[in-house]
């Protein structure tokens, strides 16, 4: 059913047709309106046969959808930012236990500073947490995927993220095809958990393991990814046979096949991204893109099929690591194992700063030419980062670094 709405409520939509018997809540922006939506409707009985709980943080949040996957229960939250990092310990222990618990994370950036705006800091430090995560390029794929999640979940008894851009697509107001009860329910069938803690026949669930068969259980872990690998393709076309949409899988190409350079990113970027390559493809210039939607596992063997003709790859990406570089750049460079091809890394909108049309077309211009570093800011305010180093160099007692850019930037009384 077509619809005029927001994001996280076509994400609760989504859900709540998924037929969770039990959603753990707690509030964090921007993900608040999800949980908030899931709330009403099981107050009014939309949602039924759930459990909504209320719990006092995000670790309580996650511990508890722990402990109902572990009782057999159909398990779903969300979160972002600081409350994922909050939940971390609950997050490895879910994963390293094989619970099937579905998560939505609202794209924030993490303090500090303290900032409330998009980039893909919080997930990214979840990475090697033994979740599948999936990135959402916009609102109808991000309630799409969180069909698939549930399903690619129970089969592999694998939790997994469905990461969505913070505000861009969360409190974005857009048409989506919001699926279907008869459509979900021909998708995805009743929960039937691998392990369960039943008293009738009594098992332990999270039991010490030592150095015999703790590499096993780890190995495991990669196995079930290794093996989503196969099943998250096979999961989209039994989706597009049941919705008619093409949502989900491991990767997009846009524009790639015969393209010299190839940008590649994650999450909403991808819409500002293709219209950048429309434009200069209508210039004659040989560009193209992939979307990458399965960041965990990681589609090496995919990606290199797709990119392996081209000249350079561009990796544009919301996220930093500090002292580095990209995140997302070194998987790729795998992927880039053994092919001779220039590669790029562009740090862009970290905390919400906008990702311009504008700006990505002066890089990729730069790009075609190589005429990039390796590693390089959009938008960097070089004259500001100046100013505080110089200030550092000449008082030692220079102040608290962000509050000396706002106050350079003049705008500490806006923020106070």
């Known amino acids: 059913m077509w619809k005029q709405t927001e994001g996280s409520r076509a994400v609760a939509q989504a859900v709540a047709l998924c037929r969770p018997e039990v959603v753990c809540a707690y509030p964090i922006t921007p993900q608040t309106h999800i949980v908030e ?14 459990e909504y709980i209320n719990v006092e943080s995000e670790f309580a949040a996650l511990s508890v959808a722990i402990g109902a996957s572990a009782a057999g229960a159909r398990t779903y939250t969300a979160t972002s930012s600081q409350g994922l990092l909050f939940m971390a310990e609950a997050v490895y222990n879910a994963s390293g236990l094989g619970l099937p618990i579905v998560m939505t994370i609202g794209n924030r950036a993490i303090g500090a500073p303290i900032n ?5 800091s919080d997930s990214m430090s979840m990475r090697d947490a033994g979740w599948i995560q999936l990135h959402a390029n916009d609102n109808q794929e991000a309630a799409d995927l969180h069909v698939q999640a549930f399903r690619l979940a129970e089969e592999l008894s694998c939790p997994v993220m469905v990461c969505m851009d913070g505000f861009i697509l969360t409190h974005a107001y857009e048409r989506v095809n919001v699926p279907e009860a008869a459509q979900v329910n021909a998708y995805l069938p009743p929960f039937e958990p691998r392990q369960v803690l039943d008293p009738a026949e009594p098992v332990s669930i999270g039991a010490m393991v030592g150095p015999d068969a703790f590499m096993e259980v780890r190995y495991l872990q990669h196995h079930k990814q290794m093996m989503a690998l196969d099943l998250i393709p096979e999961l989209a076309i039994d989706f597009f046979r049941v919705f008619g949409r093409d949502s989900g899988g ?5 524009k790639a096949h015969d393209a010299e350079t190839i940008v590649i990113a994650l999450g909403s970027v991808n819409g500002t991204i293709q219209d950048v390559v429309d434009e200069m493809r209508g210039e004659g210039i040989p560009i193209g893109g992939v979307s ?3 960041y965990r596992p990681f589609p090496l063997q995919a990606l290199r099929e797709v990119i392996h003709h081209a000249k350079r790859v561009v990796v544009v990406e919301k996220d930093l690591a500090v002292g580095i570089g990209g995140i997302l750049a070194t998987d790729v460079r795998m992927a880039l ?3 001779h091809m220039h590669g790029y890394t562009v740090i862009a909108g970290l905390g919400g700063r906008p990702v311009t049309k504008a700006s990505l077309r002066r890089i990729f211009d730069r790009a075609v030419q190589d005429d990039l570093p390796h590693v390089s800011f959009l938008d960097l305010n070089q004259p ?9 160099r000449l ?12 106050r350079d930037l003049g705008i500490a009384g806006r923020i106070n």
């Not at 491991?250 to 846009?254: F, N």
């Not at 500001?384 to 550092?392: A, F, G, M, S």
């Not at 008082?395 to 706002?406: C, D, F, M």
């Open 37 to 50: 939506a899931l709330s009403e409707m099981a107050r009014t009985g939309e949602l039924a046969n759930c």
């Open 116 to 120: 409330i705006w998009n980039d893909h």
């Open 250 to 254: 491991l990767l997009k190409p846009y």
């Open 292 to 294: 990458i939607c399965s």
């Open 337 to 339: 194992s053994g092919l």
């Open 384 to 392: 500001l980062i100046d100013r505080q180093i110089e200030r550092e």
């Open 395 to 406: 008082v030692r007692r220079s102040g608290p670094i962000a509050e000396n850019l706002i």
